[in-house]
């Protein structure tokens, strides 16, 4: 019953993917001559997936006032700004990414080993004697060779530059005071649509002045910058070319 369940499985797998792009095609056969649909605006913990954020927390203080004092316990300015600090308010990230990255590996190996097995004495002359033929010897029943090569090498020499702004949404307030955001923002440009997602817990602290804040400044930063379009269709496989890079063991 095992082998068969396993033969089914890619089966499985495979019919799914040409269902899921027998859809697909539908869809962008509908499509036709239409320019790409931007996305409805939302709620962001709404969608699916959504998932509240849970770090460790530091001991909750509670504050409390002084009489005749303007200073709340607690307080980290002594006047109130207009920066983002509830949920639902907006701040500008500043995005900025430079990489560059250069790698240049070789692996090399080798292996080679022999073995051999005989049996003397008594018990090899009585084998020599009765149960070998003329010209062989037990002293060298068995013997076996074994030798194995590798050789590999891989580069990577990337450069990646980045640099906009977006603005971000307030969607939750971790009992420290950090608050998790997340933006999304959206351009269409002759049949192709361009999309830059921003997420991650930012301090109240890193938020300037003019209520903007540095994409480094942002911990645990989720960017992702990519587009759907005529122009990303035809940089991608076709969806056969996909299914047996998966399906395909070599």
């Known amino acids: 019953m095992a082998p068969r369940m396993t033969f089914m499985k890619p089966a499985l797998a495979v019919s799914l993917a040409l269902a899921t792009a027998a859809c697909g095609t539908a869809d962008k056969l509908s499509q ?40 709340r316990s607690g307080a980290r300015a002594f006047f109130k700004d207009q920066r983002a600090a509830r949920v639902g308010d907006i701040l ?23 073995s051999s097995s005989g049996t003397g004495g008594a018990v090899g002359a009585a084998i020599n004697t009765f149960l070998l033929p003329g010209g062989t010897s037990a002293d060298n029943l068995a ?28 969607t939750q307030t971790l009992p420290n005071g950090n608050m998790v955001i997340e933006g999304r923002q959206e351009v269409r440009v002759n049949f192709e649509v361009r ?56």
């Open 143 to 170: 013997s076996a060779e074994g030798a194995s090569t590798f050789q590999g090498s891989g580069k990577v020499d990337r450069e990646e530059k980045l640099q906009t702004r977006v603005a971000a949404v307030v």
């Open 92 to 114: 500008t990230v500043l995005v900025t990414i430079s990489d560059k990255a250069e790698f240049d590996n070789k692996t090399q190996r080798s292996r080679t080993g022999t």
């Open 195 to 250: 999309e830059l997602i921003v997420a991650g817990v930012v301090r109240p602290e890193d938020i300037a002045a003019n209520n903007t804040i540095e994409s480094e400044k942002i911990a645990e930063a989720r960017i992702g910058y990519g587009g759907r379009g005529q122009i990303t269709d035809v940089q991608q496989p076709r969806y056969g070319a996909q299914v047996l890079d998966i399906v395909l063991p070599f």
């Open 32 to 71: 036709i001559g239409q320019p790409p649909a931007l996305s409805a605006i939302q709620d962001p913990t709404t969608t699916a997936g959504y998932r509240p954020v849970q770090m460790p927390m530091p001991t909750p203080q509670s504050d409390h006032y002084n009489s005749n004092s303007l200073w």
